[in-house]
DNA sequence: TTTCCAAAAATTGTTGACACTTAACCCCGC
DNA sequence: GCGGGGTTAAGTGTCAACAATTTTTGGAAA
């Protein structure tokens, strides 16, 4: 083990700054919910704890503020972003539309290997379903999705997506924790493999849209009280 | 007057932190031009010149890198982020599909009001137009694809919209500049209107994906050295 | 001249300190 | 008990200093 260093030595491989390795941190716990929505990050405490200053989990909390997962107050501090349904509606009208267009792209530009990988994911899923394992079926449907997004090749695409992902982590989770909701998730990755092997660019799009919107109705479904309170006037198209 | 403040003063209005003025100092600095892609930000001398520390530099800093205005590297500094064709390509891509997706949702919520505020700020680039203005055009030209974002009332999708126009802020300017280019782009605003005001949804996405990837394509014709550098298969759909 | 290398200068990475603001506490009068 | 109001504690905002790294410089050798 080497002796403590003030830096990252430059054979540790890691040769990253504090910060980035504190904004890994603290997505990890927003993410993980380790840290609540409404939760002040306590700067002092925070660095105290790890035995640093408060100079890089500043910089790191303004990359948080940026990427949305956290809001600043002046004179008050960091605090993890509360998203009301509101804004959950908005991030699941744009996730589907990415990943409509995700598909536009992929009925020309798909592989069979690809292909083969998401039929693999999609079977692993099939099993976490029948074993009733939420969190493994959890995790698989993100790099479902995200092996999706990636397969486009274009990398801002991803980006937004994930980033928009992430933003919904909690509620996301909260929704897919339901039995009946990852057996119908589940069927609906089957017919996305079936259609993206068909090709027909809009009838993928629209399949891929459909899976967001169904995700995103799963959800309400989990908190009709906070939709009762909603008096907007989104609907499904 | 007030005597010099170490901070800025509840009653000044301001009330915000010294690193969100600087984040937009420098946004609009690499916005205009005043630091070009490729320029590192010599912290230093930037904190010197304005009388302040290194610290709230680096948070503002911290927040384009999120952004992606801004790539730091470690031990060297940040540095404006330059953008490949490649990278310009994969963003038109995803403005076109939000753009057109913004279309969708105008289709039945944009009101009278609405249009109308979008025919005047056509008029003013019409008149730009005639008088060659190009500046003036460019800065018509986005409030009126930014009345459109916002008109949708999704916030995320016309934040989102918004930073990639940043990100390709300089490249845009260039293909305006070209007084063809204006007077094309023009034209299309008022097809746009034409549509907006029948209202069909498919229509009006198509008209508006249209013109994002006809902008992408006037940039292109600027440039024909780097496309000819570029070997890969993108293409119109 | 060009190339290489070491010393110097410039710049980044991080810290601890202090000014200032907000939040918590406690005591008092009711 | 239970609101005010002032005092104390806690926490943020910024800075200046120093360690570590990178870049520049200025020769010396080829």
């Not at 990415?98 to 992929?106: D, K, S, T, V």
Request: contains cysteine.
């Amino acid at each position: 083990m080497p002796t403590t260093e003030l830096y990252p030595s430059p054979e540790s491989g890691a040769a990253q700054s504090i910060a980035t390795g504190i904004y890994r941190e603290l997505e990890t716990m927003i993410i993980e919910g380790a840290l609540a929505p409404g939760d002040r990050i306590n700067e002092k405490s925070f660095a105290d704890q790890r035995g640093i200053s408060r100079g890089p989990i500043r910089e790191a909390c303004r990359r948080l503020e940026e990427a949305g997962l956290v809001e600043f107050k002046v004179n008050r501090g960091f605090f993890v972003r509360v998203l009301d349904l509101r804004e959950v509606l908005e991030i699941y009208d744009v996730r589907a539309a990415l990943f409509a267009h995700a598909g536009r792209i992929l009925a020309r530009r798909i592989t069979g290997d690809q292909l083969a990988e998401l039929t693999a994911l999609h079977e692993e899923m099939e099993a976490a379903v029948e074993a009733r394992e939420a969190d493994s079926f959890y995790t698989l449907n993100r790099r479902f999705h995200s092996s999706i997004m990636a397969f486009t090749r274009n990398g801002h695409l991803a980006d937004i997506y994930e980033g928009l992902d992430r933003e919904l982590h909690i509620w996301r989770k909260r929704a897919l924790i339901l039995d009946g909701n990852v057996r119908a998730s589940s069927a609906e990755h089957g017919l996305i493999l079936e259609v993206l092997r068909n090709g027909n660019p809009s009838r993928i799009a629209q399949v891929l849209r459909d899976h967001s919107l169904a995700g995103r109705n799963r959800l309400l479904r989990t908190m009709p009280e906070q939709v009762a309170k909603l008096q907007t006037d989104w609907d499904d198209d």
